[in-house]
């Protein structure tokens, strides 16, 4: 099976500054990678995703870039604020077939310090 | 459209009870899955269902768990008996997959928070 992982565990940066997570995944047949994010005492919601056929995706202030080489992708925030604090977990889909389970990295504490 | 609905919201039981945790899936979707959340292990695929018919189990970590969807509107998550190991969070989700690489999000419900004491 597929096996994801995440760094930081914990990531503070100033509000305002850019924060990125990095995520590895092991299936060279995972082809969805989507990002959620948690809020304390809620469930994880979907923020933006990215399929292997494309590099990189942006919205607004949110990217994330695949390299499928390598097997590993990156969540980029800019100009960070307050409520972008939360937990956020990256995710693999392997098998490459739809109705397969997402595996989730552990999770990266995001602080943004007023 | 309501989303996932999960009951209960939390459940607080003793040792060696059954517990019974349900899940109500977004209308239409056809993939079903359940997941654990821990501070240590983070979020675990526990199992999942695609058109009522589990796929894979071998997320589920012992056979005092077991899962059943009898129709395409209903699931549930048994453990017997519980163990003060079970606590955590576990959430129910779907999607509306095809499983023809129709790759899309996974919805979650509030999620059932366990405690067994």
């Known amino acids: 099976g597929e096996n994801v992982e995440q760094h930081p565990s914990t990531l503070s940066v100033q509000e305002g500054d850019s924060a990125v997570i990095k995520c590895t995944y092991s299936?060279?047949?995972?082809?969805?990678f989507p990002w959620y994010k948690q809020e304390l005492g809620k469930r994880p919601q979907l923020i933006i995703d990215i399929r292997s056929n494309v590099g990189e995706k942006k919205d607004q202030r949110i990217a994330v870039t695949l390299n499928k080489t390598a097997k590993h992708f990156s969540l980029h925030i800019t100009e960070t604020q307050p409520e972008d604090s939360a937990v956020y977990f990256c995710a693999a889909r392997y098998g490459g077939g739809g109705a397969d389970g997402l595996t989730f990295g552990k999770g990266t504490h995001l602080i943004i310090q007023p | 459209d309501a989303g996932v609905i999960q009951s209960p919201r939390h459940e607080v039981t003793e040792m060696g009870q059954e517990v019974t945790l349900r899940c109500k899936p977004i209308?239409?979707?056809?993939?079903l899955f359940w997941y654990r959340q821990t501070m240590m292990r983070g979020l675990e695929l526990l199992i999942y269902?695609?058109?009522?018919?589990?796929?894979?189990d071998s997320g589920m970590p012992e056979d005092r768990f077991s899962a059943k969807m009898p129709n395409a509107s209903f699931s549930t998550l048994k453990i017997q008996p519980s163990e003060p190991r079970d606590s955590a969070v576990y959430f129910c989700?779907?999607?509306?997959?095809?499983?023809?690489?129709?790759?899309?999000?996974?919805?979650f419900g509030q999620g059932t928070r366990l405690t067994v004491v």
């Open positions: 209308s239409g979707h056809n993939s």
């Open positions: 299936d060279s047949a995972s082809n969805y």
């Open positions: 989700a779907s999607s509306p997959s095809q499983g023809l690489g129709l790759d899309t999000e996974a919805f």
């Open positions: 269902f695609n058109n009522n018919v589990p796929i894979d």
